[in-house]
């Protein structure tokens, strides 16, 4: 059963360009979300983080946003640059990390 | 040391030996978390330790997997009879605490068995 999950597998956005990565989950009694990013061949990269009580947390370029009702969240960069090509995972903290699936970003120069 | 550190960072096995893979977690996290990540998916949960215990197990496939964490720092995942379905990247994290912090991975163990 899939606690969290990342329905698109990849994304392709211009670089300049917004790139708004999706995950929603299904336990309610989640209250804590990361999102990670990773290279080929390296372990994830921790990237920004959001707790319940909240519902936007912004660190320079990238902003997320938590709809608790929805049990959705989402990761907005702004403006993507070629660099943040890469996968990218969400987690949500259930004692252990429980990731998603994935969405691989692609930034076009 | 500066992070996590995995070692050896590639190992390849033939089916049904035994191996075990290291994890040096930041110094002064408590809590160390195994997971290991297939080609596609995201990473899987194993096993967790707060300090020297381990707080959640429910993750490994098998009793084939077995990890210790006996002085609350370094960690051994250890695999018995390794099957060709147990190649994956064997990931390692450390946080401060566990719970509502960030944790942090080591690059992982790229593991082959033919």
């Not at chain 1, 990342?6 to 990361?34: A, H, K, W």
């Not at chain 1, 990013?37 to 909240?54: D, M, N």
């Not at chain 2, 996590?4 to 002064?28: A, F, M, W």
């Not at chain 2, 720092?73 to 912090?101: F, H, M, W």
Request: charged content about 20%.
């Amino acid at each position: 059963d899939q606690q969290v999950k990342q329905n698109s597998p990849s994304l392709s956005v211009q670089e300049g360009r917004i790139s708004i990565l999706n995950c929603d989950y299904t336990n309610s009694m989640f209250d804590y979300f990361l999102w990670y990013k990773k290279y080929p061949a390296e372990g994830p990269t921790f990237l920004i983080s959001i707790s319940s009580i909240k519902d936007k947390n912004e660190d320079g370029r990238f902003t997320v946003f938590l709809n608790k009702s929805a049990k959705h969240l989402s990761l907005h960069i702004v403006p993507s640059q070629p660099g943040d090509s890469a996968v990218y995972f969400c987690a949500a903290v259930g004692g252990k990390l429980i990731f998603g699936q994935g969405t691989e970003l692609s930034v076009k120069p | 040391g500066a992070g996590v550190s995995q070692t050896p960072s590639n190992k390849v096995t033939e089916k049904g030996k035994y191996v075990e893979l290291r994890c040096d977690p930041i110094s002064g996290h408590t809590a160390l978390y195994w997971y290991r990540q297939s080609l596609g998916q995201g990473p899987e949960f194993l096993i967790y330790f707060q300090g020297t215990g381990a707080a959640d197990d429910s993750g490994l496939p098998n009793d084939r997997f077995f990890a210790v964490r006996p002085e609350g720092s370094v960690s051994t995942l250890k695999i018995q009879r390794t099957e060709r379905g147990d190649s994956a990247v064997y990931l390692c994290a450390s946080s401060l605490i566990p719970g509502n912090t960030e944790a942090f991975f080591g690059q992982g163990t790229r593991l082959t068995v033919v």
